[in-house]
């Protein structure tokens, strides 16, 4: 499995998986372990560009077109949200996507 990615994030003061939820939430569900790259440090004037939720917040859907929001998305306008969007594709092709 590839390591998560988790970013601390100073607008938020906490850590945000970055990259890998999908594979966090595998793990926990099978109460695995898992690696994970830790960044800290990042420039301020970017943070992540989803809003941080907790595991309460996440849910398993067999159906995603009833689903409204995958994300808390940081800003609404598009625009916007690129600009503070990681291309982890340079680790891997296809690690992430771009904001939809």
């Known amino acids: 499995m590839l390591p998560i990615i988790v970013e ?3 607008a ?45 917040e996440v849910s398993l859907h067999e159906d995603l077109s009833t689903v409204s929001r995958k994300k808390n998305y940081r800003h609404e306008n598009k625009e916007e949200l690129y600009k503070l969007y990681r291309d982890y594709n340079i680790l891997g092709e296809g690690l992430i996507s771009a904001p939809r």
């Open 12 to 56: 938020d003061n906490q850590a945000v998986i970055a990259d890998g939820a999908h594979r966090a939430f595998l793990a926990r569900t099978l109460n695995k372990s898992f690696s994970a790259l830790y960044v800290e440090n990042a420039d301020k004037e970017y943070p992540y560009y989803a809003l941080p939720n907790e595991w309460s």
């Open 8 to 10: 601390f994030s100073e």
